[in-house]
């Protein structure tokens, strides 16, 4: 089944640590997406790639950072920079980053601190 | 993006259709209407779509007025794997071609009672 597989499920960072996560699909998607959900808020968007080898910067991309070396893979590093890192951690993805373009997510990692 | 109106909360029973109401008087012509629901601790999962006309999946039904002020996502045979909550989010489509993100609201907490 085509899909957006997250890992892991839960995760937990000491301070200063860097963590990454884990974001691969098989739907032949060329946009992926990074968002931030807190409990009883929406998505915000971290960092976005429309293509292999490129990414942007979404609304709160400080203390993040992203690579997307191959198509199907979009990892996320929590970095010791981020100060309130805490949040469930939404990976998704398109056929392009295009408003007509549905964007499919992932099952989440949620980040704790301990 | 304009913004979109729901209500808090609806109950519908199951086997019963579920008629989910969505205000965004504030639409322009090139916006497009989303509808995703979340299940607790879950990803985000795309329903439908639609520009101006009115449009069926499997899962659903999208109406949208003729003015497209208001639409309404119809679950036509409401179970209880169906509690969730639902958002309805419009999408600008902007000159140069590329909207990347989404926004959700509060959304409407749909409870399928048996």
């Known amino acids: 089944d085509g899909g957006i597989t997250q890992s892991p499920k839960y995760l937990f960072r000491k301070e200063g640590q860097n963590v990454t996560l884990s974001c691969e699909q098989n739907?032949?998607?060329?946009?992926m997406y990074w968002y931030r959900q807190d409990p009883g808020q929406g998505l915000r968007l971290i960092y976005y790639?429309?293509?292999?080898?490129?990414?942007q910067k979404g609304d709160i991309a400080e203390g993040y950072s992203v690579s997307r070396e191959k198509k199907e893979s979009f990892p996320l590093t929590v970095t010791s920079a981020q100060k309130n890192p805490t949040a469930f951690y939404l990976c998704?993805?398109?056929?392009?980053?295009?408003?007509?373009?549905?964007?499919?997510f992932g099952d989440g990692t949620r980040l704790s601190i301990l | 993006d304009a913004k979109t109106t729901q209500p808090p909360s609806m109950d519908c029973a199951e086997g019963r259709a579920a008629n989910l109401p969505c205000n965004h008087s504030t639409i322009s012509g090139n916006e497009y209407v989303y509808w995703y629901r979340q299940i607790h601790s879950q990803g985000p999962q795309y329903i439908i779509h639609g520009l101006k006309n009115n449009e069926t999946n499997e899962m659903a039904s999208l109406i949208i007025t003729e003015d497209r002020k208001s639409s309404t996502l119809i679950l036509p045979h409401a179970t209880l794997r169906d509690t969730a909550v639902y958002y309805c989010?419009?999408?600008?489509?902007?000159?140069?071609?590329?909207?990347?993100?989404?926004?959700f609201g509060k959304g409407t907490l749909l409870t399928v009672n048996p």
């Open positions: 998704a993805s398109s056929i392009l980053a295009r408003e007509d373009q549905p964007q499919h």
């Open positions: 989010i419009v999408r600008v489509l902007n000159s140069g071609g590329s909207n990347y993100k989404l926004t």
């Open positions: 739907l032949n998607h060329d946009a």
């Open positions: 790639s429309q293509i292999v080898n490129d990414f």
